[in-house]
């Protein structure tokens, strides 16, 4: 049931992008976006809700594909800003509020 | 301040010793939430509220585990005899009701529990 989140890690130079892939066997209401740093709590970056939207959110932003159970999260010219552990929660359908979260994906952006 | 906040923030207790972590929610928001986190893992869920009732306690790992929440406001998340297992950061977080159609989870520090 827990969403699978595609790379584990990955390293970046400042100003290069990066696709963070987020997959579920079970049928979505919503995705949500969140970025953790070390020792701190998760932060929102967006919720997608099914109807295969996009949204931005500065250089981030993130699709939804509900037929294929799919979001993806794009990283463009990344900052240093950037780094942390990004999570994928996912609502399955029935809006039930609950959020199940992927693996996560570290990402570390190097000057 | 205006955000969710935990208490306590750290929190060592001996094995078989109960402990109870509280959460304040963001004034006015209607949902709670508590998640733990194991060390370098992701986030689990244990149980949601809306309101004072709990719709979905399905996450909660055992009968050790309770969760409480009074007058639309505070919860306390108390764990009976505690094991070693149960060493995590436990954050709660909170949002507005669906029908807002802007239900982004706000997310307290955290309370690191170690059980010795």
């Known amino acids: 049931q827990q969403p699978v989140q595609s790379p584990q890690a990955v390293i970046l130079r400042e100003g290069e992008d990066a696709v963070i892939n987020c997959s579920s066997s079970?049928?979505?209401?919503?995705v949500h976006w969140y970025r953790q740093k070390h020792g701190e709590a998760p932060v929102f970056l967006m919720i997608?809700?099914?109807?295969?939207e996009q949204k931005g959110h500065d250089k981030i932003s993130a699709s939804f594909n509900e037929k294929k159970q799919q979001s993806s999260l794009y990283l463009t010219a990344s900052q240093l800003s950037y780094s942390g552990t990004y999570f994928c929660?996912?609502?399955?359908?029935?809006?039930?509020?609950?959020?199940?979260f992927g693996t996560g994906t570290l990402l570390a952006v190097q000057p | 301040g205006a955000g969710v906040s935990q208490s306590p923030s750290n929190k060592v207790t001996e094995k078989g010793k109960d402990v109870e972590l509280r959460c304040d929610p963001i004034s006015g928001h209607t949902a709670l939430y508590w998640y733990r986190q194991s060390l370098g893992q992701g986030l689990e869920f244990l149980i949601y509220?809306?309101?004072?009732?709990?719709?979905?306690k399905s996450g909660l790992p055992s009968d050790r585990f309770s969760a409480e929440r009074t007058g639309g406001s505070v919860s306390t998340l108390t764990i009976q005899r505690t094991q070693q297992e149960d060493s995590a950061v436990y954050l709660c977080a909170s949002s507005l009701s669906r029908g807002t159609g802007n239900y982004e989870q706000y997310f307290g520090p955290g309370t690191r529990l170690t059980v010795t």
């Open positions: 929660g996912t609502e399955m359908s029935g809006a039930t509020n609950k959020l199940i």
């Open positions: 509220f809306q309101g004072n009732s709990a719709p979905d």
């Open positions: 079970k049928a979505l209401y919503s």
């Open positions: 997608l809700l099914k109807g295969g």
